[in-house]
Each structure stands twice: as structure tokens, then as C-alpha cells.
């Protein structure tokens, strides 16, 4: 009697290769120079308007070349005009700023559709700029940076023996503040704010044993 042996195969499993990195959109409008914001969005609609085969049918454009000239006139109106001319200055720079964030959403959706050097290419075809990765280092002090339009990222140093952190917001100059974000993690989203608008961002840690620290106020213009 022969004896048979059998060999087992082993299965080898082949790792998911990971996906390339998001190329993100950097919008960076002059929020504080109205003159310069309209050219930043003369030179949005200008990008589109030179490539019509690859940006097809955007719809933020027409309505940005609108609030553009609107800014425009407001710019010249408030010059030593009256205080409604300045308000409106403010409408209209608001209005621009959204339309640009906007359009920069836009243009995001087409660049996720895309490989990695057309995504960077196809961004910066639109006139806008490719956000970096830059190096990250430990924070040793509260940081605000504004994220998707209207909403206000933050991340927090690690405190010992910290189990809660608290936010409130100001929209009056720091005068009043309101309770917001609550969180036992070291970042969070502040959203519901207004493009344009500038506000205060205090924050505070529990700490277990000894209380809440001191709050940290940070101010930032919405974008």
C-alpha cells in the first residue's frame, strides 16, 4: 500500500492597495480687501470663461460676474460715502466670498473625479490653488483654521489628565460669548457661522482633580 500525502495551499491575500491622497482646493480670497477680492473673482470667471471644453456649465460663474460688479460699484460708493454705503460694502463683499466658496466646492467635485496630476492640473486651470500637506508638528497652543465655507476647524493641544474641552463663540467682539462645541477629543467643527463674519473662539479644558483651565480666546475671519 502506496501512502498519499496532501499538500495544503495556502492563500495568500493581497493587500487593498490604498487610495492616491485627495487633492483638495486652497481658497485663499483677500476677505480683508475688497478691491482685491473682486479681482480674485474676475479672475475665477475669467479662468472659466478661457476653458469652456473643461469647465462645463459652472454654475456659481454668471452669478459671481454679477456680485463682482455689484462689488465693484459698492467699492466706489463707499468711498467717504455714508454708513449704508458701507453696510452695503459689506453685503456685497459677503456675497462674493460665498459665491467663491461656492464655485471652489464646485471645482472640488470635478478634481475628486480625476487622477492625481489632472485633479492638480484641472484646480489650477480654474485659477485656484492646490491646498499642501504641510509637516505636521506638535501644537503647543490652541489653533482655529477655516475648513469648508462657513464652517471653522479646531484643534487643541493634549493637556494632562484633560478630559473635556468646551467652545463658545463671539460674533459681538468678544463682549458676549455662546456655548458651542463640547468635546472629549483634541479637534472639532464649529459650523453655522456666516462667510465674511468675524468672530472669537475661546476654549477651555476639564481637567480631572483640579477644575476647568483658563479659557483661550483666538480670533478668525469666516471663510
Known amino acids: 500500500m502506496v501512502a498519499t500525502t496532501t499538500t495544503k495551499k495556502t492563500r495568500v491575500r493581497k493587500a487593498t492597495p490604498k487610495p492616491p491622497p485627495r487633492v483638495r482646493v486652497a481658497v485663499k480670497a483677500p476677505v480683508h480687501d475688497a478691491g482685491a ?3 480674485f473673482a474676475n479672475k475665477l470667471t475669467g479662468a472659466a470663461d478661457a476653458a469652456p471644453t473643461v469647465f462645463v456649465s459652472p454654475p456659481y460663474v454668471a452669478p459671481l460676474k454679477t456680485a463682482s460688479a455689484a462689488l465693484s460699484l459698492a467699492i466706489i460708493a463707499a468711498q467717504g460715502g455714508p454708513d449704508a454705503a458701507q453696510s452695503a460694502l459689506v453685503t456685497a463683499t459677503t456675497k462674493v466670498l460665498q459665491l467663491i466658496g ?3 466646492a ?3 467635485v470635478g478634481a475628486d473625479a480625476l487622477p492625481s496630476a489632472d485633479a492638480i492640473s484641472y484646480i489650477t ?3 485656484l490653488q492646490v491646498a499642501k500637506r504641510a509637516q505636521r508638528i506638535p501644537l503647543s497652543a490652541p489653533e482655529l483654521t477655516n475648513g469648508a465655507p462657513t464652517v471653522v476647524h479646531f484643534e487643541l493641544p493634549p493637556t494632562p489628565g484633560a478630559i473635556m474641552w468646551f467652545t463658545e463663540i463671539s460674533v459681538d467682539g468678544g463682549k458676549t460669548f455662546v456655548r458651542s462645541v463640547d468635546t472629549e477629543h483634541l479637534k ?3 459650523t453655522g457661522l456666516t ?3 468675524s468672530i472669537n473662539v475661546r476654549v477651555r479644558a476639564y481637567v480631572r482633580g483640579r477644575g476647568y483651565t483658563t479659557w ?3 480670533p478668525i475671519v469666516v471663510t
Do not use: P
Request: aromatic residues 4%.
Open 37 to 39: 477680492m473682486a479681482t
Open 102 to 104: 461656492a464655485h471652489a
Open 106 to 108: 464646485w471645482v472640488q
Open 125 to 127: 486651470t480654474a485659477g
Open 188 to 190: 472639532g467643527d464649529i
Open 195 to 197: 462667510s465674511g463674519q
Open 216 to 218: 483661550t480666546v483666538l
